[in-house]
């Protein structure tokens, strides 16, 4: 699958379980280590869990492995490293004190799911 392919099948699982304000950032052209940048909010610590096993296992049944993770366990953020495509599934108070969005933006970068009218 191509990075994009992959980001599209994230934010389809991820919308598809309820995950809120799923929001994607293209850092192509900002790092080396992904394209795109697949941030979400959960609205507690076992949906944070719940939400990165479902897309792990959905994403591992397409053909696309997640080649490490971490926070599942934890609860408050949890990151899964698909390659071309680092997701980050946050609880409220984290995604807040993080706020990946601001770091990441130049602006042009920023595109939501299921897009905005």
């Known amino acids: 699958m191509s990075p994009e392919e992959i980001k599209n099948a994230v934010c389809k699982e991820l919308d598809e379980r309820k995950a809120v304000d799923i929001t994607v950032l293209n850092v ?4 080396v280590i992904a394209d795109y940048f697949v941030i979400c909010t959960a609205r507690s610590n076992k949906q944070v869990k719940a939400l990165a096993e479902y897309v792990e296992e959905k994403l591992e049944e397409a053909g696309v492995p997640t080649l490490r993770s971490d926070g599942v366990r ?3 953020w949890a990151v899964l490293d698909m390659g071309s495509v680092i997701v980050h599934i946050f609880n409220d108070d984290t995604r ?8 990441w933006s130049d602006g042009g970068n920023v595109e939501f799911y299921p897009a905005k009218k």
């Not at 192509?28 to 790092?31: G, K, P, W």
């Not at 807040?96 to 770091?103: A, G, I, P, S, V």
């Open 28 to 31: 192509a052209d900002l790092t």
């Open 74 to 76: 934890e609860g408050k």
């Open 96 to 103: 807040m004190f993080y706020c990946l969005e601001k770091l």
